[in-house]
Nanobody, 124 residues
C-alpha cells in the first residue's frame, strides 16, 4: 500500500512537493515512479527512481523542473515540482515495485503497487 501527500492548489510558476510513503514497509528495495493523469487523458509517466544507486529518469516535459528523490529519514520518495505550468487539475499517482537493481522503469505495467493519487491544481 502506498499513501501520497502534498497535493493542492498552486499558482503558475509556483512549487509543490509530493510525498509517497509505504504503509508497513520500507521503500529501500523498491523502484518508484510518479505518473500523472489529466481529465480526459491517459496516465503518463513523470519521473522514476531505481531501488539501488537512485538512478532517475524524467519525462521530457518536466526535465529541469521536477526532481524525484528519496528521503530516507521519512521513508518516502518525493517529487519536487518547480516552475509549475497552468495545466489545470491533474492527479499524480505514486507507483512502486520490488527491484533489487539499478534499473528504473518508465512503463505503467512495470508497477504493481499504486497510491490513490493526490490532486494538483495549477491555476491563478
Amino acid at each position: 500500500q502506498l499513501a501520497e501527500s502534498g497535493g493542492g492548489l498552486v499558482q503558475p510558476g509556483g512549487s509543490l512537493i509530493l510525498s509517497c510513503a509505504p504503509t508497513g514497509d520500507t521503500l529501500d528495495d523498491y523502484a518508484v515512479a510518479w505518473f500523472r493523469q489529466a481529465p480526459g487523458k491517459g496516465r503518463e509517466p513523470v519521473a522514476c527512481i531505481s531501488s539501488s544507486a537512485d538512478n532517475t529518469n524524467y519525462a521530457d516535459s518536466v526535465k529541469g523542473r521536477f526532481t524525484i528523490f528519496r528521503d530516507h529519514a521519512k521513508n518516502t520518495v518525493d517529487l519536487r515540482m518547480n516552475s509549475l505550468k497552468p495545466e489545470g487539475t491533474t492527479i499524480y499517482y505514486c507507483a512502486a515495485r520490488i527491484a533489487y537493481s539499478t534499473n528504473w522503469f518508465f512503463a505503467e505495467n512495470a508497477y504493481n503497487y499504486w497510491g490513490q493519487g493526490p490532486q494538483v491544481t495549477v491555476s491563478s
